[in-house]
């Protein structure tokens, strides 16, 4: 049981250039989220999404796009970087039993956009 | 709009001496309360959650937190820190709204000296 792992784990890009991070998870989550982490700023929510095939906007959502096309899979695009997108970026996932659910998170993503 | 106020932006203690870490929630309603601690370049762990039922939450490594409705507080202690205790903790409340979504505190960076 490797709970939510996210590829890759560093990556350097240009501004302009795209990519796509992947989280995988599985615990049969419903949930899933992807964050961003900027210094002083605690994490904010990029995306998210309550099943397969749905995903909705989270307070960040500008610049990224994402997909759900299995369960255990969201990713993260970036269609076109800007150094301002320079973050760690954090996956959960979460089981839908309502507020006593917990969270879980993936090791993270550094991304640095030049 | 709910809010998470992390009243210390760095803590520093000694080793062996108890750890404060101060949150304040903004729910008029009776939330879910999480403390996550994220050691350096790591992801999230859990540290403990309060979901009404009692109000002092045990967690692990030692950590545990008091829910206090009249305060809308729920501050972190430790009796006696230890050099591992060092890393960033994160006061969180939710899930809440049609998505479950989590609303993060800003960060408390623990140091730890010998």
């Known amino acids: 049981n490797a709970g939510v792992t996210q590829t890759p784990k560093f990556r350097v890009l240009k501004t302009g250039q795209s990519m796509t991070l992947l989280c995988a998870q599985d615990?049969?989550?419903?949930?899933m989220y992807w964050y961003r982490q900027d210094p002083g700023m605690g994490l904010r929510l990029i995306h998210y999404s309550v099943g397969e095939g749905t995903t909705a906007k989270g307070e960040v959502p500008d610049g990224y796009n994402v997909s759900r096309l299995k369960k255990q899979n969201f990713l993260l695009g970036l269609e076109s970087a800007a150094p301002s997108q320079t973050s760690v970026y954090f996956c959960?996932?979460?089981?839908?039993?309502?507020?006593?659910?917990?969270?879980?998170f993936g090791p993270g993503t550094r991304l640095l956009v030049l | 709009a709910q809010s998470v106020t992390q009243l210390d932006s760095h803590v520093s203690v000694s080793e062996g001496t108890p750890v404060l870490l101060r949150c304040n929630y903004s729910s008029s309603y009776s939330p879910s309360l999480f403390w996550y601690v994220q050691h350096p370049n790591k992801g999230l762990q859990l540290l403990l959650k309060?979901?009404?039922?009692?109000?002092l939450v045990k967690g692990i490594n030692g950590f545990e937190a008091e829910f206090k409705k009249s305060e809308t507080s729920f501050h972190l202690t430790k009796p006696s820190a230890h050099m591992s205790d060092a890393a960033e903790y994160f006061c969180v409340e939710g899930p809440s709204g049609g998505y479950n979504k989590l609303i993060f505190g800003a960060g408390t960076r623990l140091a730890v000296h010998p």
């Open positions: 309060y979901t009404s039922a009692a109000t």
């Open positions: 615990m049969n989550h419903e949930y």
């Open positions: 959960a996932s979460m089981g839908r039993g309502g507020p006593k659910e917990t969270q879980y």
